[in-house]
């Protein structure tokens, strides 16, 4: 019991790494900590650093790093095995069964850090004794892992530690913000150094009041709701891909080429109007626009598309220009470009078509139950980062916004099922 109550002595005058002093304070914080952080502040660069050395000064320590999706959790993950290759090299186990993996790192004090994605339920986390438990991203998490994991920690009177930007006045994540038994941390990106005033400002004039207050500023706000509860994601994203079957099919895309984000490729088949079954979720990233037609050209092939619905707008019209040029392609390629549609086979004419419709459609389509999504973490990560808000200001109309940090699968998912929903020609077959 002395190994576990014993405090841990940081050296953390280290020239090669410049921390902010609420990092420092966090680093060396004990017991269950919450930290509430704006956008790239260095969350994950503390986290990385405090686990790092708990690992290697408290030996046999147990430390389970866990995020939604296996892509969030191995972030902060890889960077906790860099630090300790940096500062504690000789205690990484690097030979033979025990060596790094993406799952675990052993160390010859007998410590280790695990780390994965809890998905929707967390139930295959189910088994371990832990001393820490680091929840990255804990404002997506829903309340069922947290009632699953917190037991693992009895034994070993260990401690829980949340990271994250907050997503609005529910959750777990939220509710330990008001606990007394949390040590807390508040980072707003403005006091943050590696932030320019130039980029702030930009990112404020980008952004309604709002969101620039939860994503920079880290506050808990009740006028931004998730537009897809858990209680939907739970009931309709429950899909298995399977083998190619004859179908009608529909696809969407959201279109990022060579940049930071990725590019996402959605194929619904439409079974009946009141049964719609997700077969497909492809993310791509920094791919070249010829290379997305060539993809889509490809799939098309396969599934033989009904519509294909694509944003022409930016990086997006590339993509279309080279579709409707393609004779297999031209008269299945739509442009649905969040602000208009095409009201003829001709195209002759349009009417606007507002990006909130197709997300109200998709979310019409589950709370009737008319649609099966892919089990999938990265969709429902994204499905989970879509909020909503009023945005009022004075002298305009009051107007509905929604948005999402990560909403490049559900752009792609509402395009696909907002062509499947308007398509007039289909005749409705039972599977």
């Given at each position: 019991m002395e190994e576990k109550t014993k405090k841990i002595k940081y050296n953390l005058n280290m020239p090669w790494l410049t921390l902010d002093p609420w990092q420092k304070e966090y680093i060396k914080a004990e017991g269950n900590t919450f930290l509430l952080c704006g956008r790239q502040s260095g969350k994950t660069t503390a986290a990385s650093i405090k686990f790092g050395e708990r690992a290697a000064k408290k030996p046999h320590s147990t430390i389970l790093m866990i995020a939604f999706?296996?892509?969030?959790?191995?972030?902060?993950?890889?960077?906790?095995?860099?630090y300790l290759e940096a500062t504690h090299?000789?205690?990484i186990v690097k030979k033979g069964k025990d060596k790094p993996t993406q799952h675990r790192i052993n160390l010859k004090n007998g410590s280790k850090i695990l780390c994965y994605a809890a998905g929707l339920t967390g139930m295959g986390l189910v088994g371990y004794t832990i001393t820490d438990l680091v929840v990255d991203e804990a404002a997506s998490m829903n309340r069922q892992i947290f009632t699953l994991l917190t037991p693992t920690l009895s034994v070993t009177g260990g401690s829980i530690n949340l990271l994250s930007t907050p997503r609005g006045k529910e959750g777990y994540y939220y509710e330990c913000s008001q606990r007394k038994d949390f040590n807390k941390f508040y980072v707003s990106?403005?006091?943050?150094?590696?932030?320019?005033?130039?980029?702030?400002?930009?990112?404020?004039?980008?952004?309604?009041?709002l969101e620039y207050a939860q994503e920079y500023m880290a506050q808990f706000l009740d006028d931004l709701k998730r537009l897809y509860p858990?209680?939907?994601?739970n009931e309709?994203?429950?899909?298995?891909?399977?083998?190619?079957?004859?179908?009608?099919?529909?696809?969407?895309?959201?279109?990022?080429?060579?940049?930071?984000?990725?590019?996402?490729?959605?194929i619904i088949n439409k079974i009946s109007n009141d049964k719609y079954i997700q077969v497909e979720n492809i993310?791509?990233?920094?791919?070249?626009t010829n290379k997305i037609s060539d993809k889509i050209i490809q799939l098309n092939k396969t599934y033989k598309f009904r519509k294909i619905g694509i944003d022409d707008g930016g990086v997006g019209f590339g993509v279309w220009c080279e579709l409707i040029n393609e004779s297999t392609t031209k008269k299945r390629t739509i442009a649905l470009n969040n602000s208009?549609?095409?009201?003829?086979?001709?195209?002759?004419?349009?009417?606007?078509?507002?990006k909130e419709v197709m997300y109200f459609n998709l979310k019409a389509l589950m709370e009737h139950k008319r649609i099966t999504l892919l089990n999938d973490s990265e969709l429902i990560d994204s499905l989970k980062s879509i909020q909503w808000e009023y945005v009022i200001k004075e002298g305009q109309k009051t107007r509905l916004r929604i948005f999402g940090r990560n909403s490049h699968i559900v752009e792609g998912i509402i395009r696909a099922c907002w062509l499947a929903s308007q398509d007039k020609v289909l005749n409705i077959w039972a599977a």
């Open positions: 999706t296996e892509k969030q959790a191995y972030n902060l993950f890889f960077k906790t095995l860099m090299p000789y205690m990106a403005e006091d943050c150094p590696r932030h320019s005033k130039d980029f702030l400002e930009a990112e404020k004039s980008r952004m309604s009041e858990d209680e939907l994601l309709c994203c429950v899909g298995k891909r399977g083998d190619f079957k004859p179908g009608r099919y529909y696809f969407g895309a959201d279109i990022a080429g060579l940049g930071e984000d990725v590019t996402t490729y959605e993310v791509e990233r920094k791919t070249l208009k549609r095409s009201t003829d086979k001709d195209d002759t004419s349009s009417t606007k078509l507002m």
